[in-house]
């Protein structure tokens, strides 16, 4: 599967962004999809994570509450909305597919998108 992650961008703190990864595939509707983040200097660290079905989702403590991923499936698109932005989310954002279909919880993720800056100014 081929994953195409946009939408990143620069805000002042207390913004919002909302990321996009999108798949060409249609059996991406099969697959959990997580999103990862990796600051500079730091080891990349799960941010979220949506079940095949959108039915389960799992968030990293630090975006609970702050953070909702959806998923259409019409338009084979995984979303990540971030609100209350802090300038610690700042990172490269990586979304991700596991491995196994209509696996969760997630246990092994395969193909990973490019990546999507934020930038999030004090």
């Known amino acids: 599967v081929q994953l195409q992650a946009f939408g990143g961008g620069s805000v002042e703190a207390g913004g919002s962004l909302r990321l996009s990864c999108a798949a060409s595939e249609r059996t991406f509707s099969l697959y959990t999809v997580g999103w990862f983040r990796q600051a500079p200097g730091k080891e990349r660290e799960f941010v979220a994570a949506?079940?095949?079905?959108?039915?389960?989702?799992d968030y990293a403590d630090s975006v609970k509450g702050r953070s909702t991923i959806s998923r259409d499936i019409s338009k084979n698109t995984v979303y990540l909305q971030m609100d209350s932005l802090k300038p610690e989310d700042t990172a490269v954002y990586y979304c991700?597919?596991?491995?196994?279909?209509?696996?969760?919880?997630?246990?092994?993720?395969?193909?990973w998108g490019q990546g999507t800056q934020v930038t999030v100014s004090s």
């Open positions: 949506i079940s095949w079905s959108g039915a389960s989702s």
């Open positions: 991700a597919v596991e491995k196994i279909a209509t696996r969760w919880p997630p246990s092994q993720y395969g193909s």
